[in-house]
C-alpha cells in the first residue's frame, strides 16, 4: 500500500497508452514453462504433466474376485438352481493380498473373499449368500455365467494405455490413477517459486503499530494468497525501504530461490520510485502506462533470467494487475493451456462510470438468479478502497470508449471466486 504523494493517480485521458490486450500480450510471449522435473506424487498435486503418462502395468493386474463367495468352473454349476443345487469339493482359499493356494479343477470350488485374486482353472464367482458350506463341500444354488462377478485383467486400463495426457493439470483422480498404476515420480513442470516484496518508507508489518503517516503492508499478503491460490509458492521477501541498493540487494539475494518476482509500489513517475530507479538500466525489465483503471502503471522484464513484474502500490491496483498480468503468467510457467478466468455476461444493477479512454475494472458482486447473471458493485472506483475487492467476486470489464455503462446494461465479467466463498 502507499500514500497518495508516491504514485500517479489513473487519470482518465488514454492517450499514449498501451491497450491491456497489448501489454498482456507481450508479457506472456515473453514467459515459458518451466523446465520439467520428475515429483513424488504428494508433491505433483497440482502440476501439470510435462509429457504423456502412460501405464506400466495392466490395471488391475490380475483377475479378481467382485463378491465373497466360491470360484467355480462356470459349466460345472450349469444346472444349480435352488430346488437343484450343485455339490463342489472344497480344496482351498483365496484371500487378498495373497496367491490362491490350490487350483480348480473339475467338480472342485474355491472359497474367495472380495479383491482376491481369481485361481486358476476358475472362470466364474458364486456368491457366498447362493451357497451353503458344509465342512469340504459347497452346495451351490445359482447357475453363473462365465465372468460372473470377476473382475477382469485390464478391465480398467490395459498396459500401455494413456493415464494422463500431456499438459493435463494433476488433481486427486489422477494422483490415484498413478499411484496405483506404480507411477511414484511423475514428470511434470513444478509450480514457480515467486517472490513477493513490496517498497515503501512509508510501509510496517501487520503485527507492527503504525506511526502516524504510515499504513499497514496489505499488498504483501494480497500477492502471497493470490500466488498460492494460483497453485505457486510465494516467498515473502518483506517490506524494501525507498533505497535502490536495498531493493537490488534484496532481488539478487533471492535469485537462487526464485522463480519469478513480483513487486508492489515504485513503477509510476514519482522522485521515490525506486523499482524503476534500480533496474531502468539494469536487467531486461521495462516501464510503460496501460490503458487500465486501476492499474495504470506496470513495470515487466527479467533479472538474472527470472520474470520480474513491477506493480503500481496501491492496493486495488496490485490485486487487478495480477488478475490481468501475472496471474496468467504464472500459468504458463506451470505449463498450464487455459489462462484466463472464466467469464460471465451479466447485468448491472447501479451505473459504473470510467475513463472513457480506458478499460475499467470494476468490482462487483454476482449473483445468478431466475433471470440469469446480475452484477453489482461493490463500492468506488478508488484504487486505495481494498474493502471493495473483499466484498467482490468478479471483475466487471467495461471497455475502453465506454464512460458510464448504465445499470441494466450487460457487461463482461472475469470470475475470480464463486458466489459461495
Known sequence: MSSAPRYVHDHDSGEGLRSVEEARDDVLSRITALTPIELPLTDALGCVAAADISSPVALPSFPSSAMDGFAVRASDVAGASPDRPVELKIVGRAMIGHRPDATVGSG?????????????????????????????????????????HVRPQGEDVAAGDLLVPQGKRLGAPELGLLANAGVPHPMVHPRPRVVVLSTGDELVPPTSTPDFGQVHDSNAYTLFGAVREVGAMPIMAGIVRDDVEQLRDTVFSYDLQADA????????????????????????????????????????????????????????SVFVSFEIFV???????????????????????????????????????????????????????????????ARANGLAIVPTGTSVARAGSQVRVMLFRSSED
Open 327 to 389: 496471474r496468467p503468467a504464472i500459468l504458463k510457467m506451470m505449463g498450464r493451456a487455459q489462462l484466463s478466468r472464466p467469464e460471465v455476461s451479466a447485468t448491472l444493477t447501479a451505473d459504473v462510470e470510467g475513463p472513457a479512454g480506458k478499460t475499467q475494472y470494476a468490482r462487483v458482486e454476482v449473483a445468478r438468479g431466475a433471470d440469469g447473471w446480475s452484477a453489482t458493485p461493490t463500492g468506488g472506483r478508488g484504487s486505495n478502497l481494498i474493502s471493495t475487492i
Open 261 to 316: 518476482f513480483v513487486s508492489s509500489g515504485g513503477v509510476s513517475v514519482g522522485e521515490r520510485d525506486v523499482v524503476k530507479a534500480a533496474f531502468f538500466q539494469r536487467g531486461d525489465v521495462r516501464f510503460y502506462r496501460v490503458a487500465m483503471q486501476p492499474g495504470m502503471p506496470q513495470g515487466f522484464g527479467f533479472v538474472e533470467g527470472k520474470p520480474f513484474f513491477g506493480l503500481p502500490g496501491n492496493p486495488v
Open 108 to 148: 472342485e470350488a474355491v472359497a474367495i473373499a472380495t479383491g482376491a485374486p481369481v485361481p486358476a482353472g476358475a472362470d466364474a464367482i458364486v456368491p457366498i449368500e447362493n451357497a451353503e458350506a458344509l465342512d469340504e463341500v459347497v452346495r451351490l444354488f445359482e447357475a453363473p455365467s462365465e465372468g460372473r
